[in-house]
């Protein structure tokens, strides 16, 4: 396993709770150099550093994928979220090997088909390690929820079974609402790590329930991971929102700083991390110089008052805004 490290808090202006944990908690260095950015995670075999910054690949095939990750680890990204129905694995595996960085510098995320039975479950987890040339991933979510509490259940330990064999350092879920939360929780025998959902500004005084009641995920250790984080796959003109929107680029017109800096930098100074995802050098550049200033209270607060963008983007229905409420399996891809 990697070596047990101190791990100090690594930017300014967390959350009091994440700054305090950061300090108290000695950390498993998480595939991560040191100084990233990062914020503490719970692993299977103690507390990990999960990085607060990351590269997204949705919608990208093998090439896009290969292409942009290797750009953005040129930057100095060190995390990369991938997923075995991306259909890209391949592609993030060849940046991977192609950046040269030892096995310990950088932090992989993947995530598997929800419903699956054990065997099932089993297949798709050893894929994602053989397409992407890796022995463990430093983090495997289980990608939507699927079935009936037992389906959950079943599908949860052979997670585990599979994290306990060294090839995951620690393992979440992504879309699970409240009920599905309470149906693995119980039969857990290692910690759900993350919860893995849409988030960014516009959303946050939603009701908790579409938005998978965030705070009872938080309030069982379970950390809070945005994508769609500048709502991107939201329909037009909530997709440019917090990008050129006017109260993004009037707080960035105070720190010289781009809306989407904004928007992100809300995220991460809050301890949530992020994983925007983009082909352009200089976007990637841009989202990744996040920690180089600090929002004010005032500036906090506005942002978390906004009511727009809303939670929105998914074409499946129900979509990202109503799957709580429906409590359906669905099949969400993001």
Known sequence: PPPSSPCPPTMPGLKPAVLAAAL??????GGLPSGYPAVPMRGINGTLRMPLVGIGTWQYNDTFAEAAVSAAFRLGYRHVDTAFVYKNQVGVGAALALSGLNRDQYFVTSKIPGGLNASATRAALDKCLEDLKLASVDLML???PGGKDSALQEQWLELERWAKEGKAWAIGVSHYCKSHLDAILPVA???V?????QYHVGISGDSQRRLHDKHYAESKGILWEAYSSLCGPCPA?????????NLVVGVGQKHNKTGAQ?????????????IPKS???AHLKSNFEL???ELTDQEMASLAAARSPAETGTPQQPDDAQECSAEGPGLFVV
């Open 193 to 197: 790590a993350v919860n893995q959902n």
């Open 189 to 191: 025998t290692l910690p």
């Open 262 to 274: 904004v928007a992100l930098r809300w995220l991460v100074q809050q301890g949530i991390p992020v």
């Open 142 to 144: 289980l990608h939507w």
């Open 24 to 29: 108290l908690l000695r950390c498993v260095a």
């Open 279 to 281: 082909m352009n050098p």
């Open 237 to 245: 003109p909530d997709n440019m929102e917090l990008i050129s929107g």
């Open 291 to 293: 920690f180089d200033f």
